[in-house]
């Protein structure tokens, strides 16, 4: 069954801590995303990717690094620079960087503050 | 100001009632847009999508409504369901220099009743 995997469902971080959330994707897209999600927001672009080892930053880069190493995968690393880091993260993915094409996201990673 | 708005916030009705989620955006150049699903705690999921030329798209119980000339587009939810429930996204895709850009609304918060 294709589709998006993200892990974990909750995250928990401690100050100054960096934490990497995890994304999967077994549809072979070549374009991968990630997005925040704030309470009365609209979903705001952190990094994507068009291919492997290339990406690009979104509107929101800063406080967060990426890696695309593999077609399947994309995680999003969380630094100690993001000082409000609690949110709702999605990753998605698309067949490419075409408008027309949808995203398909994930379920989600909660990441909160300790 | 975003872009991007979407009313009512929120909406209460009970099942098997009908009601309409209105989409207004001030980007541009349009290319098309698209209305997501997100069940709670879950990832966001295509409905449909229109473009320039589109007027009207049925998608089930969905239909989705786009006036180019205005700027706005609606959301039509047939004999609704429990499953209904959700948070409804609009999001547009506009052409710019630097690529593909997509703005998200805030989205519309349904619940169905009993």
């Known amino acids: 069954d294709g589709g998006i995997t993200q892990s974990p469902k909750y995250l928990f971080r401690k100050e100054g801590q960096n934490v990497t959330l995890s994304c999967e994707q077994n549809l072979n897209h070549d374009a991968m995303y990630w997005y925040r999600q704030d309470p009365g927001q609209g979903l705001r672009l952190i990094y994507y990717s068009q291919i492997v080892n290339d990406f690009q930053k979104g509107d929101i880069a800063e406080g967060y690094s990426v890696s695309r190493e593999k077609k399947e995968s994309f995680p999003l690393t969380v630094t100690s620079a993001q000082k409000n880091p609690t949110a709702f993260y999605l990753c998605a993915s698309s067949i490419s960087l075409e408008g027309h094409q949808p995203q398909h996201f994930g379920d989600g990673t909660r990441l909160s503050i300790l | 100001k975003n872009q991007v708005e979407q009313s009512p916030q929120s909406l209460i009705i009970l099942e098997g009632k009908n009601c309409t989620l209105q989409c207004n955006y001030t980007v541009s150049p349009f290319s098309n847009l698209r209305w997501y699903k997100q069940d709670t705690g879950r990832g966001p999921v295509s409905l449909t999508i229109?473009?320039?030329?589109?007027n009207t798209k049925s998608n089930g119980r969905y239909t989705a409504t786009l006036d180019a000339d205005t700027k706005q587009s609606s959301l039509h939810i047939t004999a609704s369901q429990l499953s209904d429930s959700a948070s409804y996204i609009c999001?547009?895709?506009?052409?710019?220099?630097?690529?593909?850009?997509?703005?998200f609304g805030t989205g519309t918060q349904l619940k169905v009743e009993l």
């Open positions: 999001v547009v895709h506009i052409l710019t220099g630097g690529g593909n850009k997509l703005t």
């Open positions: 229109m473009t320039f030329s589109e």
